[in-house]
């Protein structure tokens, strides 16, 4: 099937470029000699994510190609696709003339050419009613018949237009026969497999359709911007009344967001064409002709409220700009609400330097040199009065408000698109359950335990706006009430795990996300699911980028954690495609930070361990492969932005700084101070040999690329490596004389975010003895020793507590925690919560102390700490 695409803007180009993609042979018309030749030598004019490589592809493949010659195209393609612009006139009607004249060529061409093969003229552009009769006319008038006319509009939002065209709601089709429709079907059919709708109906309800839904669409944004100058005035918080809202199944969460009004090329244009329609048709749609007068007034709200603040004075004030375009991921400016804002701010005697992402060459052309164009946003601030947000890029969300306070004159933000939270703007977020607090989400939390601690959450037990479940998501899961997120992290992550449970692993990735999935679609929720670089494979493209479909072995020894993962993807987009669940994919390459096991088994708690004990570091192979490393808060930072974001196909979020294997123990080697030698060991079966992220998604989508190098991480980690480590510093401190009393003052007073710290806040009733060897574990001088199977600490105790023998200071220390926990809120008595106390402690104290007689030289302790290491046992 061939088929010709006239006109190559914004709608022809990603549709002519979509078809390509699914192998229909395509020849894009434009009669722009500037643009064509662009077309020609493979540059993309617009800016759209996700077009630019399947642009590439399907013209080296040659199915996609450019002219400037209508009559070829007309001869030689079956179809034939309008996708003209319809500019909106002076009085608001749909200016017709591209379509009806190109209309009136293609029937020229059809009579001279004698042509009586069958063809399809399908109208793309966003057309009012009527129209598809009016191009029938305009071939018809010049002695043609055997073609047919379809109205076939299109539903493309900027920034996601290649998604909704690849993965349509529903696809229109209006005709009036039925093998045009039938034609029409099969042309779609690639793109409905997974059940998606096409709905046939006549031509004039198709081109209806189109305006009523943009209309309405903009009529939700009116009411919001409404209604939030109502809450402004009578002490409510939009934002609430949004979420109560659109928890009524009946209205939903789309387009519910206030700001400064709608622009784009649709919107304005398409509730102006309605308008006018109905008039000419007697029957007036009066509520469209005020949401246009409220979305005009909405622009001069926020002037009036900088003008408002400035006291009617804004003349020498210097703003700075975040986003010019009318809306995020994309470079359009048609009807931007920046362009009226700027102007009258202008005309007030201000003046302006702006910053978008995508938009500065385009707004050149309606703003000029009336204002200065930033290279960065943070270069907009330099000697600024206050900062304007007009456009709500991800990477706009997060911004170092710190930063922003010492550059801008007054620590002042006009949110146009209301984007930041001012009662959150100076927390920054370490690990995710803490971030979410932090952003104030309740948070549920759930683990099975099977390789994760509680540890890690200890501190978050007291707080109200958490709750932790000891369950097995591969078991279904059931949580009560209302969820707005999901995440979906639960998986072994390293070799020495996942080999040691390969069922559970491929099991956790398939049945667990499958039950992840099912509570998504449940709860109405968007659930973001934790892939990995592992999908790769050993890659033969690098670095690597998300459309690489990687180099798995699927019955090799990492088969169950690569291909549990590939699966996980797989699931997760026919959630997204089959039952519209709002899925997200995130891709993790490695990652480190402070509360990593350091028998994780991976390469960097691997080295660390063996350093800090004084081993040789092993290397696997010859120690030339090469990986990233991420440092854990700006991994939280890329999942928080992709999470919020629109995007559902797969994001890299990793390091993209590369390192070999040999270096890096090297560099472990050097931080710790120590001294031993490298040595080599084979490589594992089908290790991968190279692993870098390409972020430029992640850089153009979220605005994300990780901030702190590995260096950096090493400075900022406040919390001790090894007992060495701790006793220098001690040593180091002459304000206390007791052992004991110098832990504690070190804890207390250099490591907030320890776990030592924690545990003596938070049981400061425990003698000091319990106190003592909790804060040695912590210190990590557990890791290695393990108690004979079978051996109890407590020969008497027959409560069904766990007994002592391998990982049972894990599970002891679990339990206390559980009931902790459970004692805090009530649900256990003081009795059972001594019990679980007692067998944690009496363990602990039997792995402290074998710890300390193996691991360490006790002449050197003993000198470096000042004491007899037989008086601290």
Known sequence: MNVAVVGSGYVGLVSGTCFAEMGVQVTCVDNNPEKLAKLKNAEVPIYEPGLEIIFYRNIAKKRLIFTGDLKEAVLTNDIIFLCLPTPMGEDGSADLKYVTGVADEIGKILKANNVTEYKIIVNKSTVPVGTAQKVRHEIAKHGVSNFDIVSNPEFLREGYAVEDFMKPDRIVIGAEDQKALDIMRELYEPFVRQGNPIIEMDTESAEVTKYAGNS??????????????????VGANVDLVRKGIAADNRIGKRFLFSGIGYGGSCFPKDVNALINTSLENNSEMTILTEVNKVNDAQKA??????????????????FAVWGLAFKPNTDDMREAPSVIIINELLKHGATISAYDPAAIDTSKFYLKDTITYANGEYETLDNADALLVFTEWNEFRNPDFDLLKEKLNEPLIFDGRNIFSPEKMKEAGSHLSDRFIKEGYHVIAMDNLSTGSLDNIQHLFPLKQFEFYHHDVTKFIHVPGKLDYILHFASPASPIDYLKIPIQTLKVGSLGTHNALGLAK???????????SEIYGDPEVHPQKEEYWGNVNPVGPRGVYDEAKRFMEAITMAYHTYHKVETRIIRIFNTYGPRMRLNDGRALPAFIGQALRGEDITVFGDGSQTRSFCYVSDLVDGIYRLLLSDYSSPVNIGNPVEITIKQFAEEIISLTGTKQKIVYNPLPVDDPKQRQPDITKARKILGWEPKVNREDANAQDKEPKNLIDTTKLIAQNPDTTDYLEKLIYIAWQNYPDNLAYRYLVNVQEEDLFQRKWSWLDNLNLTYQYNPQPG???????????????????????????????KYESGQVDLEEYDRALRVYTDNLERQAVAEMDTMFNKADLEQLVGIKLEDIK
Do not use: W
């Open 216 to 233: 309405y669409l903009a009529m939700r944004i009116t009411f919001m911007n409404q209604l939030a100058n109502f809450c402004e005035k």
């Open 301 to 318: 709200v926020l002037v009036n409220k900088i003008l408002s603040h400035y006291e009617g004075n804004i003349k020498g004030k210097h």
């Open 522 to 532: 449940e709860k109405g929720a968007r659930i973001l699911v934790a892939s990995t």
């Open 791 to 821: 051996t109890t600490s407590n020969p008497n105790d027959n409560s069904s507590l766990p007994k002592f023998g391998i990982g049972a200071v894990n599970d002891a220390q679990t339990t206390l925690t559980l009931v902790k926990y």
